[in-house]
């Protein structure tokens, strides 16, 4: 019996060690990147289909056409005056919001109502409504995906009205630009929408750990849980809140990776809490981290993931599995994609310190 038990524990092993070998290393004739799908993007019936049960989508008899705000909205970007006239009005408009957010969102719809303000805010996340109320920042999260919603730069009235967010827009596809990676353009499905949502739904935290409990089902945490991966701290200042956190060499180097690009941001992270990069992968090293930026680590099927990340284009930026070197043991090399393109470096785990090192690439 025990000589059983102990071949049980052998295979047991023995597998998991060639799943992780199978998810963070090369295999013989795989890629380094094997590309995501181009997916057809969802028609009205779909999205209206799939809309959360928390939105309202009512038609506006009088309305701003995509066409005109967009076209507005891209002649004003690409206009030089307009576009520092723009970010002058950022900065000097939004001064209250940027000092307790830290430029963390792109704002817009500055409206103050009583000992609130409120602004819309978007980052690499997603839609968030902005809060100041007492010297207290909040924000809470949409789950309306930037993929199918369209919120027009100009509103017809405030965002803010009768204990609801109120924002007019269109439904839209994103087009994806032939030559141009990474660049998306988008298309009106259907104009003169207003988009409603309760405050109350909105602003709902259940489990009280400072996420509403529209972002922690939008990305697979437990909105009834305040500490989703039982690690001891909770998901509001958790840096990896879906994955317990471990020490091992190919986990620092991971987050090597990561920080070398927080640049000046990394000085301010503790004050930036929805500051959150996201990630796609398998690997266990990956999904282990402890990086100095908050993180969000999805798997890479599509249908292990949360819908609203299956249905919106959130991955700027990722890491290949590895490539052993043949001769030496502790070297290996990793591909990392982002806006920009791809780099390709050569690491080497030496004297306990991972030394990198950028041996080419790709510039889109």
Not at 154 to 166: E, K, S, T, V, W
Not at 231 to 245: A, E, M, R, T, V
Request: hydrophobic share 30%; charged share 30%.
């Amino acid at each position: 019996m025990k000589y059983f038990s102990f071949l049980l524990a052998i295979l047991f092993c023995s597998s998991r060690s060639k799943s992780l070998e199978e998810k963070c290393f090369i295999q013989e004739n795989e890629n380094y990147f094997n590309g995501s799908e181009i997916e057809e993007p969802f028609n009205i019936e779909e999205i209206i289909k799939n809309k959360p049960d928390y939105l309202e989508i009512t038609k506006l008899k009088k309305y701003r056409s995509f066409k005109i705000d967009s076209i507005e909205s891209s002649n004003a970007r690409y206009d030089l005056q307009k576009s520092e006239r723009y970010l002058k009005d950022q900065d000097s408009l939004y001064s209250d919001f940027d000092k307790n957010f830290f430029n963390q969102f792109e704002y817009s719809f500055k409206q103050i109502s009583g000992n609130s303000k409120y602004a819309l805010g978007r980052n690499g996340l997603g839609f968030w409504l902005l809060e100041i109320k007492n010297e207290k920042a909040s924000a809470y999260f949409l789950g309306l995906s930037f993929s199918h919603y369209y919120f027009n730069k100009i509103q017809g009235g405030p965002i803010i009205q009768d204990g609801f967010l109120r924002l007019e827009g269109s439904l839209v596809k994103i087009v994806k630009v032939s030559g141009l990676p990474g660049y998306d353009d988008y298309s009106a499905l259907d104009d003169g929408k207003l988009f409603k949502i309760k405050l109350e739904d909105l602003i709902k935290d259940s489990d009280q750990d400072g996420f509403n409990d529209i972002f922690e089902n939008s990305f697979g945490l437990d909105p009834d849980k305040k500490d989703t991966d039982d690690d001891g701290i909770d998901d509001f200042h958790d840096h990896n809140p879906l994955f317990k956190s471990e020490k091992n060499k190919f986990t620092e180097l991971y987050e090597v990776l990561i920080s070398q690009h927080l640049g000046i941001v990394k000085e301010n992270l503790d004050k930036m809490s929805y500051f959150i990069l996201p990630y796609e992968t398998d690997c266990d090293y990956f999904e282990n981290i402890d990086p100095d930026a908050k993180v969000l680590i999805m798997p890479t099927e599509k249908s292990k993931q949360p819908y609203y990340v299956q249905v919106t284009d959130i991955f700027n930026d990722g890491y290949s599995k590895f490539k052993k070197d043949d001769k030496n043991p502790n070297l290996f090399y990793i591909h990392e994609s982002g806006g920009g393109g791809i780099v390709d470096y050569s690491v080497e785990f030496k004297n306990e310190v991972w030394i990198l090192k950028n041996v080419g690439g790709i510039v889109y």
